[in-house]
């Protein structure tokens, strides 16, 4: 390198030979030219090592280091890069994703705007499988602004990435501030800390990382995040949770941003490995109470009172020891999904077949306030399962069994609808439910996907089917929890179109319908949705995607 560096892009790497390239090229495309390079390497044990080395050939910005024993981690090897860095603002680039060309260039250009510790931009998150995109945390990078100090804005702390960042070298050697090591969730801390340091960061609108999801992906290639199944990895996440904790106690922070921390990991971290429940042993959830329940006990009593009510049910079911119905409540996290039946003791009403026994479960399982038995007849809270699924050709058949927790209908066959809309042609079936048992419906409905109504231009998207049940002129439309067990599968629908019959993600939700157009249409319709234009395309066709 013949001129000093303005910025250090630290790329960390370990056995990822095939994606290495891709993530170094953005770096070496960015916009603003002097910058230094330190591909980091963790041992790596596949030809990580010689692909790092024909990337330094080309471009001499490019420096190599490479760890003498796998840390396991992200900590170990961007510590390195940092004591090696020579230029006077970080940047850290994981090898799976990518720099945006211009980031370099704008999270500098506002450090030299304002005195600020780090600057920060937005997120861009693209999934593998689908090529869809969003930007991660969208409401926390809405508008520029300097924040001056954490305790302006506590709810930055529900954004704990480091790589979206280009952090002042200064600040970081002043504070001493580096990455844990061995232990997973590095970021959080490491980010919990900055934004309790710094005087002042500057949050930009502009996408400034490119992070790339495989929610798919193989257990063995499965990122940190996707190894949840791994009982250390709970324990990483709580024992990084618990060191934020000590950090903020003696840093003095005020109990607004305790709250909010407190919150963050309910809402999100913890509401991680809730959402996996339903796929989990009874002997793992067992374990994972253990593990997570001293902890939940010291957090601030108002972050708990901000949960949503069915999060505090999954909480609830874990305390008083009943693993199966907390699977089971898991399901309906992501929807606000009720549960199959209630218990009623001294003028309360508890989720589940039983009283509680603790304070905490009786707190966390009371659905009192939510008049399941008087509320309106539209916001009852039914649960649809669908308990069985087979496919003929484009034919579907679901067996449906519906809950009525507030005995919201008569014990006589109730009529029913099915909706599926794509591109809001919308087709419609009847369904008969049948009662089952005391509060307890069942059902059948066959959807030839064939025959949906589909946009003259066709339609690329996903749907999913809801189910409608009247009572007079009042209507409840309520989502379909799809089978814990269903492998999706692909079907050929109208006009030339390819329909997926899948779940909603890996967390259990809901029936999931998806739409891909073929032949011209779907030359056109596809690539320009992937690139997050389908609704002005849409628009444009008189088509409502």
Known sequence: MTTFPDVTVTVIVHNDAARLPRAVASVRAQTHRAIEIVISDDHSTDDTPKVAAALAAKDDRIRLLRLERNSGGCGAPRNRAVEIARAPFLMFLDSDDELPPKAVELLLAAHRE????????????????????????????????????????PRLLFEPLSTNKMYRREFLDRHGLRFPENLHYEDQLFSAQAYTLARAFTVLTEPVYR???????????????????????????????????????????SAAVREEKDFKFLSHDLRLYAGDLPYREVEWVAEFAAETLPYLDGLAPAAYERLGWVERAVIGLLREGRYDEARLAARGLVHGVGPRGTTVAEGRTYWGGAEPTTEAGRRDLDLTELDLEGCPFGAARFRHEITHLRHTGSVVELAVRTYDPGRRLSLAPQPARLHLAPG???????????????????????????????????????????????????????????????????VAGPARHRVTVEPEGRDAGRLQVRWRPGGAAGRLLVPMARRGVVRRLAKALLVRA
């Not at 999801?213 to 949840?228: E, K, L, M």
């Open 211 to 253: 992070w790339h999801i495989a929610p798919y992906a193989a257990a063995d290639a499965a990122t940190i995040s996707n190894r949840r199944h791994l009982m250390s990895n709970v324990r990483d996440r709580i024992a990084i949770a618990r060191l934020i904790d000590a950090f903020l106690a003696e840093h003095g922070v």
């Open 114 to 153: 304002a005195d600020v510790d780090f600057t920060m931009g937005a997120v861009e998150r693209v999934r593998a499988d689908t090529g869809a995109t969003s930007t991660w945390m969208a409401s926390l990078f809405g508008r520029r602004r300097t924040v001056r100090g954490i305790e302006d804005e």
């Open 424 to 490: 809001g042609r919308r087709t419609t079936l009847p369904v008969r439910l049948d009662p089952a048992g005391s509060g307890v419906f069942q059902g059948a409905v066959r959807l030839d996907l064939a025959a949906v109504a589909l946009p003259p231009h066709g339609f690329w998207g996903v749907r999913h089917p809801v189910l409608e049940v009247t009572r007079g002129d009042a209507v409840n439309a309520g989502v379909l929890l799809a089978p814990l067990d269903f492998p999706p599968f692909e």
